[in-house]
Protein backbone atom coordinates (compact mmCIF):
# COMPACT_ATOMS: atom_id res chain seq x y z
CA UNK A 1 0.00 0.00 0.00
CA UNK A 2 2.94 2.34 0.97
CA UNK A 3 4.91 1.50 -2.30
CA UNK A 4 1.42 2.53 -4.20
CA UNK A 5 0.82 5.69 -2.37
CA UNK A 6 4.66 6.70 -2.91
CA UNK A 7 4.70 6.16 -6.38
CA UNK A 8 1.37 8.02 -7.36
CA UNK A 9 2.49 11.01 -5.12
CA UNK A 10 6.39 10.90 -7.19
CA UNK A 11 4.10 11.17 -10.34
CA UNK A 12 1.62 13.94 -9.44
CA UNK A 13 5.10 15.49 -7.92
CA UNK A 14 6.89 15.00 -11.26
CA UNK A 15 4.46 17.98 -12.72
CA UNK A 16 5.60 20.62 -10.17
CA UNK A 17 9.39 20.88 -11.95
CA UNK A 18 9.41 19.92 -15.23
CA UNK A 19 12.26 17.04 -15.90
CA UNK A 20 15.36 17.47 -16.48
CA UNK A 21 19.40 16.06 -15.64
CA UNK A 22 21.30 18.57 -13.93
CA UNK A 23 24.65 18.19 -13.64
CA UNK A 24 25.35 18.17 -10.21
CA UNK A 25 28.65 16.77 -10.15
CA UNK A 26 28.21 14.45 -6.79
CA UNK A 27 26.57 11.11 -6.15
CA UNK A 28 24.77 10.44 -2.99
CA UNK A 29 24.48 9.08 -0.33
CA UNK A 30 27.14 10.71 1.65
CA UNK A 31 29.12 9.70 4.42
CA UNK A 32 31.95 10.87 6.62
CA UNK A 33 36.12 10.60 6.22
CA UNK A 34 38.01 12.48 9.25
CA UNK A 35 36.48 16.01 9.16
CA UNK A 36 34.94 16.01 5.81
CA UNK A 37 31.76 15.06 3.89
CA UNK A 38 32.27 12.39 1.08
CA UNK A 39 30.02 11.58 -1.69
CA UNK A 40 29.20 7.88 -3.15
CA UNK A 41 32.57 8.29 -5.19
CA UNK A 42 34.37 9.16 -2.19
CA UNK A 43 35.44 12.95 -3.50
CA UNK A 44 34.51 15.65 -0.93
CA UNK A 45 31.60 17.35 -0.57
CA UNK A 46 30.91 20.53 1.52
CA UNK A 47 27.19 21.33 2.58
CA UNK A 48 26.69 24.77 0.89
CA UNK A 49 23.17 24.97 1.56
CA UNK A 50 20.55 27.12 2.88
CA UNK A 51 17.24 27.27 4.92
CA UNK A 52 13.86 26.93 3.00
CA UNK A 53 11.54 27.04 6.46
CA UNK A 54 7.61 27.38 6.89
CA UNK A 55 7.17 23.48 7.10
CA UNK A 56 8.01 23.59 11.06
CA UNK A 57 5.57 26.26 11.19
CA UNK A 58 4.92 30.46 11.75
CA UNK A 59 2.52 31.68 13.95
CA UNK A 60 3.69 33.47 16.79
CA UNK A 61 1.64 31.44 19.45
CA UNK A 62 -0.95 34.66 19.86
CA UNK A 63 -3.89 35.41 18.25
CA UNK A 64 -5.95 34.22 14.78
CA UNK A 65 -3.76 31.42 12.80
CA UNK A 66 -5.77 32.61 9.78
CA UNK A 67 -4.13 36.30 10.44
CA UNK A 68 -0.51 36.86 8.64
CA UNK A 69 -0.37 39.75 11.46
CA UNK A 70 0.38 36.87 13.90
CA UNK A 71 2.93 34.98 11.84
CA UNK A 72 6.67 35.68 12.49
CA UNK A 73 7.65 38.67 10.19
CA UNK A 74 4.11 38.56 8.81
CA UNK A 75 4.95 36.01 6.63
CA UNK A 76 2.36 33.43 7.25
CA UNK A 77 3.39 29.87 5.34
CA UNK A 78 0.06 27.95 6.17
CA UNK A 79 2.96 24.89 7.48
CA UNK A 80 4.43 24.21 4.31
CA UNK A 81 7.68 25.71 2.56
CA UNK A 82 7.61 29.47 2.46
CA UNK A 83 6.51 30.81 -1.05
CA UNK A 84 4.41 28.44 -2.57
CA UNK A 85 1.80 30.68 -2.97
CA UNK A 86 4.12 33.26 -4.74
CA UNK A 87 6.42 31.94 -6.71
CA UNK A 88 5.57 28.68 -9.03
CA UNK A 89 8.60 26.16 -8.02
CA UNK A 90 10.37 25.97 -11.21
CA UNK A 91 11.21 29.60 -10.11
CA UNK A 92 12.94 29.00 -7.21
CA UNK A 93 14.50 26.26 -7.91
CA UNK A 94 16.10 28.15 -10.08
CA UNK A 95 16.93 31.30 -7.88
CA UNK A 96 18.31 28.60 -5.27
CA UNK A 97 20.71 27.32 -8.39
CA UNK A 98 21.40 31.21 -8.43
CA UNK A 99 22.26 31.61 -5.27
CA UNK A 100 25.22 28.79 -6.01
CA UNK A 101 23.95 26.42 -3.11
CA UNK A 102 24.01 22.78 -3.52
CA UNK A 103 22.05 21.20 -0.64
CA UNK A 104 18.85 22.58 1.44
CA UNK A 105 17.96 21.90 4.90
CA UNK A 106 14.23 21.14 5.18
CA UNK A 107 12.44 21.94 8.33
CA UNK A 108 9.62 20.02 9.64
CA UNK A 109 7.54 20.08 12.57
CA UNK A 110 6.23 16.55 14.29
CA UNK A 111 2.79 18.33 14.02
CA UNK A 112 3.17 18.78 10.26
CA UNK A 113 3.72 14.48 10.20
CA UNK A 114 0.27 13.93 12.07
CA UNK A 115 -1.65 16.36 10.21
CA UNK A 116 -4.23 15.06 7.96
CA UNK A 117 -6.37 18.30 6.59
CA UNK A 118 -5.71 20.16 3.47
CA UNK A 119 -3.66 22.90 2.79
CA UNK A 120 -5.79 25.73 1.48
CA UNK A 121 -5.87 26.50 -2.24
CA UNK A 122 -4.25 29.94 -1.71
CA UNK A 123 -1.30 28.73 0.48
CA UNK A 124 -0.46 27.15 -3.45
CA UNK A 125 -1.87 29.62 -5.62
CA UNK A 126 1.30 29.54 -7.93
CA UNK A 127 1.61 26.01 -7.65
CA UNK A 128 -2.03 24.79 -8.52
CA UNK A 129 -0.62 21.23 -9.24
CA UNK A 130 -0.33 21.04 -5.52
CA UNK A 131 -4.09 21.62 -4.49
CA UNK A 132 -5.66 19.34 -2.55
CA UNK A 133 -2.76 17.79 -0.50
CA UNK A 134 -1.71 17.50 3.19
CA UNK A 135 1.37 19.58 4.62
CA UNK A 136 3.07 16.14 4.39
CA UNK A 137 2.37 15.30 0.99
CA UNK A 138 3.14 19.29 -0.12
CA UNK A 139 6.35 18.67 1.87
CA UNK A 140 7.12 15.48 -0.16
CA UNK A 141 6.94 17.86 -3.60
CA UNK A 142 8.81 19.82 -2.50
CA UNK A 143 11.64 17.22 -1.84
CA UNK A 144 11.11 15.67 -5.16
CA UNK A 145 11.37 18.88 -6.66
CA UNK A 146 14.70 19.94 -5.01
CA UNK A 147 16.82 16.34 -5.03
CA UNK A 148 15.09 15.98 -9.17
CA UNK A 149 16.56 19.56 -9.34
CA UNK A 150 20.27 17.68 -7.87
CA UNK A 151 20.45 19.77 -4.25
CA UNK A 152 20.86 17.22 -1.41
CA UNK A 153 18.23 17.50 1.00
CA UNK A 154 18.31 17.31 4.53
CA UNK A 155 15.65 16.35 6.77
CA UNK A 156 15.56 18.82 9.88
CA UNK A 157 13.15 18.18 12.68
CA UNK A 158 12.58 21.74 13.57
CA UNK A 159 9.56 22.08 16.29
CA UNK A 160 7.27 19.71 17.92
CA UNK A 161 4.49 21.99 17.29
CA UNK A 162 4.01 24.04 14.40
CA UNK A 163 4.36 27.30 16.45
CA UNK A 164 7.65 29.82 15.60
CA UNK A 165 10.52 28.63 17.29
CA UNK A 166 12.98 29.35 19.34
CA UNK A 167 11.86 30.68 22.85
CA UNK A 168 10.01 29.39 25.31
CA UNK A 169 7.47 27.89 23.22
CA UNK A 170 6.88 23.90 23.71
CA UNK A 171 9.26 23.08 21.30
CA UNK A 172 12.69 23.73 23.56
CA UNK A 173 12.98 19.90 23.35
CA UNK A 174 12.36 16.95 21.14
CA UNK A 175 10.24 15.83 23.95
CA UNK A 176 8.44 18.99 24.82
CA UNK A 177 5.43 18.16 23.92
CA UNK A 178 5.36 14.62 23.17
CA UNK A 179 7.40 11.62 24.57
CA UNK A 180 11.02 10.58 23.36
CA UNK A 181 8.84 7.62 21.97
CA UNK A 182 6.84 9.37 20.00
CA UNK A 183 9.59 11.53 18.55
CA UNK A 184 11.99 8.79 17.68
CA UNK A 185 9.18 6.72 15.86
CA UNK A 186 8.06 9.89 13.93
CA UNK A 187 11.76 9.91 12.54
CA UNK A 188 11.72 6.23 11.83
CA UNK A 189 8.67 7.35 9.63
CA UNK A 190 10.47 9.57 8.11
CA UNK A 191 13.39 8.23 7.11
CA UNK A 192 11.74 5.45 5.94
CA UNK A 193 9.77 7.68 3.68
CA UNK A 194 12.83 8.88 1.45
CA UNK A 195 14.63 5.58 1.95
CA UNK A 196 15.00 5.06 -1.95
CA UNK A 197 15.81 8.68 -2.87
CA UNK A 198 20.07 9.19 -2.64
CA UNK A 199 19.55 12.64 -2.46
CA UNK A 200 17.81 13.04 0.91
CA UNK A 201 21.19 12.79 2.35
CA UNK A 202 20.92 13.97 6.24
CA UNK A 203 18.19 13.45 9.61
CA UNK A 204 19.40 17.06 11.36
CA UNK A 205 17.34 15.18 14.33
CA UNK A 206 16.42 18.65 16.37
CA UNK A 207 17.02 22.10 16.46
CA UNK A 208 18.42 24.26 18.94
CA UNK A 209 17.77 21.89 22.38
CA UNK A 210 17.32 24.65 25.67
CA UNK A 211 15.78 25.16 28.85
CA UNK A 212 12.11 25.31 29.12
CA UNK A 213 10.43 27.71 31.78
CA UNK A 214 11.76 25.38 34.66
CA UNK A 215 14.16 22.69 33.19
CA UNK A 216 17.51 22.62 31.50
CA UNK A 217 18.48 20.16 28.66
CA UNK A 218 21.66 18.51 29.64
CA UNK A 219 25.47 16.25 28.11
CA UNK A 220 25.14 12.72 29.45
CA UNK A 221 23.13 13.00 32.76
CA UNK A 222 21.59 10.05 32.20
CA UNK A 223 17.92 11.71 32.41
CA UNK A 224 15.05 12.29 30.35
CA UNK A 225 16.61 15.76 29.46
CA UNK A 226 19.73 14.15 28.75
CA UNK A 227 19.95 15.24 24.68
CA UNK A 228 23.49 13.53 24.18
CA UNK A 229 21.48 10.02 24.93
CA UNK A 230 18.04 11.04 23.09
CA UNK A 231 20.24 11.86 20.05
CA UNK A 232 22.19 8.63 20.17
CA UNK A 233 19.05 6.37 20.60
CA UNK A 234 17.68 8.27 17.49
CA UNK A 235 20.64 7.73 15.45
CA UNK A 236 21.34 4.37 15.98
CA UNK A 237 17.71 3.50 15.34
CA UNK A 238 17.59 5.19 12.34
CA UNK A 239 20.35 3.91 10.89
CA UNK A 240 19.43 0.25 11.74
CA UNK A 241 15.72 0.12 11.08
CA UNK A 242 15.11 2.61 8.98
CA UNK A 243 17.53 4.24 6.16
CA UNK A 244 21.46 3.52 6.93
CA UNK A 245 22.33 5.80 4.26
CA UNK A 246 21.51 8.91 6.00
CA UNK A 247 23.91 11.30 7.76
CA UNK A 248 22.92 12.09 11.66
CA UNK A 249 23.46 15.68 12.67
CA UNK A 250 23.54 16.65 15.99
CA UNK A 251 23.30 20.16 17.37
CA UNK A 252 24.82 20.98 20.73
CA UNK A 253 23.04 22.21 23.43
CA UNK A 254 21.67 26.01 22.35
CA UNK A 255 20.85 27.54 25.92
CA UNK A 256 21.01 26.27 29.98
CA UNK A 257 19.85 28.66 32.77
CA UNK A 258 17.88 31.70 33.19
CA UNK A 259 19.16 34.56 31.41
CA UNK A 260 19.45 37.06 34.09
CA UNK A 261 22.83 38.83 35.51
CA UNK A 262 24.05 36.62 38.11
CA UNK A 263 22.57 33.43 37.55
CA UNK A 264 24.22 30.78 35.96
CA UNK A 265 23.42 30.43 31.88
CA UNK A 266 24.67 30.49 28.68
CA UNK A 267 25.28 28.91 25.33
CA UNK A 268 27.61 25.76 25.53
CA UNK A 269 26.93 24.53 21.78
CA UNK A 270 29.05 21.38 20.97
CA UNK A 271 31.50 22.21 24.03
CA UNK A 272 30.47 19.02 25.83
CA UNK A 273 31.51 17.07 23.36
CA UNK A 274 35.03 17.54 24.06
CA UNK A 275 34.57 14.98 26.80
CA UNK A 276 31.42 12.88 25.90
CA UNK A 277 31.02 12.81 22.05
CA UNK A 278 28.53 10.84 20.13
CA UNK A 279 29.42 6.96 18.95
CA UNK A 280 26.72 5.75 16.24
CA UNK A 281 26.46 2.33 15.46
CA UNK A 282 27.67 3.39 11.95
CA UNK A 283 30.93 5.26 12.63
CA UNK A 284 30.87 7.19 9.26
CA UNK A 285 27.23 9.17 9.65
CA UNK A 286 28.09 11.35 12.09
CA UNK A 287 28.02 15.52 11.17
CA UNK A 288 27.83 17.62 14.13
CA UNK A 289 25.87 21.39 13.98
CA UNK A 290 26.03 24.48 15.46
CA UNK A 291 24.16 27.87 15.25
CA UNK A 292 25.45 31.57 15.43
CA UNK A 293 24.15 34.86 14.96
CA UNK A 294 25.81 38.06 15.96
CA UNK A 295 22.54 39.21 18.00
CA UNK A 296 23.33 36.47 19.98
CA UNK A 297 26.62 35.82 22.38
CA UNK A 298 28.14 32.99 23.83
CA UNK A 299 25.96 33.76 27.10
CA UNK A 300 23.36 36.36 25.73
CA UNK A 301 20.24 34.71 24.53
CA UNK A 302 19.62 37.46 22.00
CA UNK A 303 16.27 38.84 23.72
CA UNK A 304 16.09 42.76 24.41
CA UNK A 305 14.18 43.57 27.12
CA UNK A 306 13.09 40.43 29.40
CA UNK A 307 15.97 37.99 28.96
CA UNK A 308 18.58 40.40 28.07
CA UNK A 309 21.78 40.07 30.27
CA UNK A 310 25.25 42.19 30.08
CA UNK A 311 27.04 39.88 28.27
CA UNK A 312 28.35 40.36 25.19
CA UNK A 313 26.72 39.57 21.78
CA UNK A 314 28.82 37.84 18.74
CA UNK A 315 28.86 40.72 17.04
CA UNK A 316 30.32 42.95 19.95
CA UNK A 317 33.21 40.73 20.08
CA UNK A 318 36.46 41.79 17.93
CA UNK A 319 37.63 39.54 15.01
CA UNK A 320 39.99 37.87 17.10
CA UNK A 321 37.74 37.55 20.32
CA UNK A 322 35.13 36.11 17.50
CA UNK A 323 36.99 33.32 15.74
CA UNK A 324 38.60 32.23 19.72
CA UNK A 325 34.49 31.43 20.83
CA UNK A 326 33.85 30.09 17.33
CA UNK A 327 36.94 27.79 17.60
CA UNK A 328 36.25 27.16 21.30
CA UNK A 329 32.01 26.33 20.98
CA UNK A 330 31.78 24.62 17.89
CA UNK A 331 35.01 24.32 15.04
CA UNK A 332 37.22 22.70 17.37
CA UNK A 333 35.36 19.19 16.21
CA UNK A 334 37.19 19.28 12.95
CA UNK A 335 40.72 18.78 14.69
CA UNK A 336 41.57 15.27 12.87
CA UNK A 337 42.54 12.05 15.32
CA UNK A 338 40.11 12.73 18.29
CA UNK A 339 37.02 11.09 19.26
CA UNK A 340 34.66 14.02 18.72
CA UNK A 341 36.49 14.22 14.84
CA UNK A 342 33.35 15.14 12.53
CA UNK A 343 32.59 17.26 9.94
CA UNK A 344 30.38 19.75 11.43
CA UNK A 345 27.78 21.56 9.57
CA UNK A 346 27.04 26.09 10.72
CA UNK A 347 23.20 24.86 9.75
CA UNK A 348 22.45 28.66 10.44
CA UNK A 349 23.62 31.74 10.33
CA UNK A 350 22.46 34.72 8.97
CA UNK A 351 21.92 38.74 8.81
CA UNK A 352 19.20 41.40 7.98
CA UNK A 353 20.10 42.67 4.32
CA UNK A 354 18.90 46.21 2.68
CA UNK A 355 17.78 47.43 6.11
CA UNK A 356 20.36 46.45 8.35
CA UNK A 357 22.54 49.40 9.15
CA UNK A 358 24.33 48.37 12.29
CA UNK A 359 27.83 48.52 11.47
CA UNK A 360 28.31 45.61 14.24
CA UNK A 361 25.66 43.64 12.74
CA UNK A 362 27.54 44.17 9.24
CA UNK A 363 30.94 43.23 10.22
CA UNK A 364 29.69 40.05 12.13
CA UNK A 365 28.94 39.10 9.10
CA UNK A 366 32.16 39.63 7.25
CA UNK A 367 33.66 38.12 10.07
CA UNK A 368 31.52 34.88 10.08
CA UNK A 369 32.57 34.22 6.37
CA UNK A 370 35.90 34.37 6.84
CA UNK A 371 35.89 32.20 9.00
CA UNK A 372 33.86 29.91 7.38
CA UNK A 373 36.07 30.35 4.35
CA UNK A 374 39.48 29.63 6.41
CA UNK A 375 38.17 26.68 8.51
CA UNK A 376 36.78 25.01 5.59
CA UNK A 377 33.48 24.13 7.01
CA UNK A 378 29.78 23.59 5.61
CA UNK A 379 27.15 25.84 6.19
CA UNK A 380 23.59 27.06 5.52
CA UNK A 381 22.17 30.19 5.66
CA UNK A 382 18.92 31.60 7.57
CA UNK A 383 16.84 31.65 5.80
CA UNK A 384 16.51 30.91 1.95
CA UNK A 385 12.51 32.17 0.79
CA UNK A 386 11.45 35.34 2.57
CA UNK A 387 8.64 37.98 1.54
CA UNK A 388 8.56 41.69 0.07
CA UNK A 389 6.39 44.89 -0.54
CA UNK A 390 8.29 47.27 -2.58
CA UNK A 391 11.53 46.21 -1.69
CA UNK A 392 11.22 46.17 2.19
CA UNK A 393 10.15 43.74 4.79
CA UNK A 394 11.54 41.14 7.09
CA UNK A 395 15.15 41.52 4.41
CA UNK A 396 16.81 38.56 5.88
CA UNK A 397 16.41 36.12 3.35
CA UNK A 398 18.14 35.36 0.25
CA UNK A 399 15.26 35.57 -2.28
CA UNK A 400 12.05 36.97 -1.64
CA UNK A 401 8.77 37.45 -3.06
CA UNK A 402 5.73 40.04 -3.14
CA UNK A 403 2.03 38.91 -3.51
CA UNK A 404 2.40 39.41 -6.70
CA UNK A 405 5.25 36.99 -7.71
CA UNK A 406 7.82 39.51 -8.21
CA UNK A 407 10.92 38.67 -7.13
CA UNK A 408 13.58 40.40 -5.32
CA UNK A 409 17.28 38.88 -4.95
CA UNK A 410 20.74 39.20 -3.03
CA UNK A 411 22.32 39.95 -6.11
CA UNK A 412 19.75 42.78 -7.52
CA UNK A 413 23.29 45.15 -6.80
CA UNK A 414 21.50 46.76 -3.93
CA UNK A 415 22.33 44.18 -1.26
CA UNK A 416 25.29 44.85 1.12
CA UNK A 417 25.95 40.93 1.78
CA UNK A 418 26.26 40.02 -1.82
CA UNK A 419 29.96 40.57 -1.89
CA UNK A 420 30.37 38.19 1.60
CA UNK A 421 27.94 35.54 0.11
CA UNK A 422 29.66 35.27 -3.03
CA UNK A 423 33.15 35.07 -1.69
CA UNK A 424 31.59 32.16 0.46
CA UNK A 425 29.63 30.68 -2.42
CA UNK A 426 32.86 30.35 -4.73
CA UNK A 427 35.58 29.92 -1.94
CA UNK A 428 37.86 26.87 -3.48
CA UNK A 429 37.53 23.81 -0.88
CA UNK A 430 40.07 21.33 -0.64
CA UNK A 431 39.94 17.45 -1.18
CA UNK A 432 39.06 14.97 2.01
CA UNK A 433 42.29 13.40 3.02
CA UNK A 434 42.18 10.09 4.50
CA UNK A 435 41.78 9.76 8.35
CA UNK A 436 42.31 7.26 10.96
CA UNK A 437 39.10 7.19 12.88
CA UNK A 438 38.99 7.27 16.63
CA UNK A 439 35.32 6.43 18.38
CA UNK A 440 34.60 6.62 22.18
CA UNK A 441 32.35 4.31 24.00
CA UNK A 442 30.80 5.37 27.17
CA UNK A 443 28.84 2.82 28.98
CA UNK A 444 28.02 5.50 31.48
CA UNK A 445 24.35 4.70 32.34
CA UNK A 446 23.44 1.86 30.15
CA UNK A 447 24.76 -0.36 26.66
CA UNK A 448 26.74 1.36 24.39
CA UNK A 449 26.43 -1.68 21.92
CA UNK A 450 27.57 0.56 18.68
CA UNK A 451 28.99 -2.57 16.69
CA UNK A 452 25.46 -3.44 14.30
CA UNK A 453 26.86 -7.28 14.12
CA UNK A 454 26.90 -7.24 18.01
CA UNK A 455 23.25 -5.84 17.97
CA UNK A 456 22.28 -8.46 16.16
CA UNK A 457 23.58 -11.37 18.67
CA UNK A 458 21.98 -12.12 21.35
CA UNK A 459 23.02 -10.51 24.42
CA UNK A 460 26.41 -11.32 25.30
CA UNK A 461 27.05 -10.19 29.04
CA UNK A 462 23.25 -10.45 30.36
CA UNK A 463 22.56 -7.82 32.92
CA UNK A 464 25.95 -6.00 32.19
CA UNK A 465 26.33 -2.36 30.99
CA UNK A 466 28.16 -3.07 27.39
CA UNK A 467 30.40 -1.20 24.87
CA UNK A 468 31.50 -2.47 21.81
CA UNK A 469 33.29 -0.79 19.51
CA UNK A 470 31.71 -0.14 15.62
CA UNK A 471 32.17 -2.28 13.39
CA UNK A 472 35.71 -2.31 11.99
CA UNK A 473 36.87 -1.02 14.65
CA UNK A 474 39.30 -2.49 17.60
CA UNK A 475 39.80 -1.48 21.27
CA UNK A 476 42.77 0.62 21.78
CA UNK A 477 42.26 1.99 25.33
CA UNK A 478 40.20 1.78 28.35
CA UNK A 479 39.71 4.11 31.53
CA UNK A 480 41.15 2.79 35.01
CA UNK A 481 37.56 4.26 36.22
CA UNK A 482 34.38 5.27 34.73
CA UNK A 483 34.06 2.39 32.38
CA UNK A 484 35.20 4.40 29.17
CA UNK A 485 36.89 2.97 26.17
CA UNK A 486 38.48 4.00 22.75
CA UNK A 487 38.47 2.66 19.75
CA UNK A 488 40.13 2.57 16.32
CA UNK A 489 41.28 1.84 13.05
CA UNK A 490 44.63 3.51 13.28
CA UNK A 491 47.68 1.54 12.09
CA UNK A 492 45.93 -0.82 9.64
CA UNK A 493 45.42 -4.43 11.43
CA UNK A 494 43.15 -7.71 10.34
CA UNK A 495 39.13 -6.55 9.55
CA UNK A 496 36.35 -9.18 11.76
CA UNK A 497 36.31 -12.10 9.71
CA UNK A 498 33.41 -13.56 11.82
CA UNK A 499 32.62 -15.53 14.87
CA UNK A 500 33.34 -13.69 19.11
CA UNK A 501 34.62 -15.15 21.95
CA UNK A 502 33.05 -13.33 25.57
CA UNK A 503 36.04 -13.81 27.84
CA UNK A 504 35.23 -13.80 31.57
CA UNK A 505 37.95 -16.24 32.68
CA UNK A 506 41.60 -16.83 32.88
CA UNK A 507 41.31 -20.00 30.10
CA UNK A 508 43.40 -18.32 27.59
CA UNK A 509 46.14 -16.58 29.42
CA UNK A 510 49.58 -17.90 28.18
CA UNK A 511 51.62 -15.72 30.26
CA UNK A 512 51.34 -14.35 33.33
CA UNK A 513 52.00 -10.87 32.73
CA UNK A 514 50.22 -9.31 35.08
CA UNK A 515 50.97 -11.23 38.57
CA UNK A 516 48.26 -11.49 40.84
CA UNK A 517 45.58 -9.50 39.29
CA UNK A 518 42.53 -11.45 37.75
CA UNK A 519 43.18 -11.41 33.46
CA UNK A 520 40.49 -11.61 30.98
CA UNK A 521 42.31 -12.74 27.53
CA UNK A 522 41.14 -12.97 24.09
CA UNK A 523 42.44 -16.21 22.38
CA UNK A 524 44.81 -16.83 19.55
CA UNK A 525 43.88 -14.45 16.38
CA UNK A 526 41.03 -13.16 18.35
CA UNK A 527 41.55 -8.96 19.08
CA UNK A 528 39.56 -7.08 21.85
CA UNK A 529 35.96 -5.01 20.48
CA UNK A 530 34.06 -4.57 22.99
CA UNK A 531 33.75 -5.38 27.20
CA UNK A 532 31.01 -5.38 30.22
CA UNK A 533 30.72 -4.07 33.52
CA UNK A 534 28.60 -4.92 36.28
CA UNK A 535 28.64 -1.69 38.72
CA UNK A 536 32.11 -1.01 38.56
CA UNK A 537 32.88 -4.50 38.89
CA UNK A 538 35.15 -5.31 34.54
CA UNK A 539 32.55 -7.98 34.25
CA UNK A 540 33.70 -9.64 30.58
CA UNK A 541 36.12 -9.11 27.54
CA UNK A 542 34.09 -9.21 23.91
CA UNK A 543 36.70 -10.91 21.30
CA UNK A 544 36.13 -10.97 17.65
CA UNK A 545 37.95 -13.33 15.36
CA UNK A 546 40.33 -11.49 13.05
CA UNK A 547 39.99 -11.82 9.24
CA UNK A 548 44.07 -11.48 8.73
CA UNK A 549 47.30 -12.93 11.32
CA UNK A 550 47.77 -10.58 14.39
CA UNK A 551 51.22 -9.62 15.40
CA UNK A 552 52.69 -11.62 18.23
CA UNK A 553 54.99 -8.07 20.08
CA UNK A 554 53.15 -7.41 23.35
CA UNK A 555 53.81 -4.31 26.20
CA UNK A 556 51.81 -4.45 29.01
CA UNK A 557 50.63 -0.93 30.06
CA UNK A 558 49.31 -0.16 33.59
CA UNK A 559 47.80 2.58 34.15
CA UNK A 560 46.27 2.23 37.59
CA UNK A 561 48.46 5.00 39.38
CA UNK A 562 48.18 7.41 36.40
CA UNK A 563 47.98 7.75 32.48
CA UNK A 564 49.88 5.68 30.43
CA UNK A 565 49.37 6.66 27.08
CA UNK A 566 51.81 6.87 23.60
CA UNK A 567 53.67 10.04 23.30
CA UNK A 568 51.93 12.42 21.18
CA UNK A 569 48.59 9.64 21.47
CA UNK A 570 45.73 10.61 19.18
CA UNK A 571 41.94 9.69 20.27
CA UNK A 572 41.64 12.87 22.39
CA UNK A 573 40.72 13.18 26.16
CA UNK A 574 38.66 9.54 25.99
CA UNK A 575 38.17 9.09 30.14
CA UNK A 576 38.31 12.71 31.19
CA UNK A 577 38.92 12.94 34.77
CA UNK A 578 40.06 9.12 34.55
CA UNK A 579 43.37 7.61 34.85
CA UNK A 580 44.02 6.39 30.77
CA UNK A 581 45.67 3.40 29.43
CA UNK A 582 46.05 3.38 25.44
CA UNK A 583 48.14 1.20 22.93
CA UNK A 584 50.52 2.10 20.29
CA UNK A 585 48.99 3.37 16.84
CA UNK A 586 49.89 -0.04 15.11
CA UNK A 587 48.42 -2.42 18.79
CA UNK A 588 45.22 -3.79 19.78
CA UNK A 589 44.23 -5.00 23.44
CA UNK A 590 44.73 -8.37 23.54
CA UNK A 591 43.90 -8.63 27.23
CA UNK A 592 42.76 -6.64 30.82
CA UNK A 593 44.14 -7.02 34.02
CA UNK A 594 42.00 -6.67 37.10
CA UNK A 595 41.99 -6.95 40.82
CA UNK A 596 39.75 -6.49 43.83
CA UNK A 597 42.49 -5.87 46.11
CA UNK A 598 42.60 -3.49 48.74
CA UNK A 599 43.65 0.27 47.75
CA UNK A 600 42.30 -0.60 44.21
CA UNK A 601 38.78 0.25 43.15
CA UNK A 602 37.03 -3.34 43.10
CA UNK A 603 37.39 -4.61 39.73
CA UNK A 604 38.13 -1.83 37.48
CA UNK A 605 40.97 -2.28 34.17
CA UNK A 606 44.71 -1.38 35.84
CA UNK A 607 46.52 -2.78 32.81
CA UNK A 608 46.61 -3.67 29.10
CA UNK A 609 48.16 -6.53 26.89
CA UNK A 610 48.59 -4.35 24.01
CA UNK A 611 50.07 -6.52 21.19
CA UNK A 612 51.09 -5.04 17.64
CA UNK A 613 48.80 -5.62 14.63
CA UNK A 614 51.94 -7.31 12.10
Known amino acids: MFITLL ?40 LKSGNWHGASGTWTGS ?17 IPLGLDRAPMREIMDSFHELGINSVRLPFSNEMIRDGSLVPDAAVAANPQLRGRTRLQVYDAVVEALTA ?7 NNHTNTSRWCCGVDGNERWNSSQTTERWVNDWLRMARRYVDNPRVVGADLYNEVRRDVLDDPNWGGGDEHDWHAAAQLAADRILTEAN ?3 LIIIEGINWFGLPVDGFPHGRPTLEPARTLS ?98 DTSFAYWPLVGWHEDRRGNGWALVHWDAEGNRM ?13 R ?20 PDHADAVRSARMRAEPDWDRGARKAACPDGLRLVGLGHTGGRGLCSDAGGGAPWRGGYQVVADERHVDTDWAPGYTKFQCPEGHFATGYAFRGADLSSLLCVRSGGVLG ?56 LLCRSTS
Open 423 to 442: RLVTAPRGPARPADRWRQLA
Open 7 to 46: AVLTAATSLAVPARQPDVGWTGPLSTQGRYIVDADGDRFT
Open 63 to 79: GDRADPANHHAGEMSNG
Open 244 to 246: PNL
Open 149 to 155: EGFAVIL
Open 278 to 375: HTLVRSDKLVYSAHFYGYTGPRHSGATGIGETSDPRYQDLSRAELFEVLQRQAFFVTEQGRHFTAPLWISEFGVGGREETDPKARAWFANMVDFLIAR
Open 552 to 607: QRSEVVWFDRGDSRPPAAAGGDFAHGHYKGQCARDAYVAGVAWTRRLGSPAGNPDA
Open 409 to 421: SIDDGDDWRAAAW
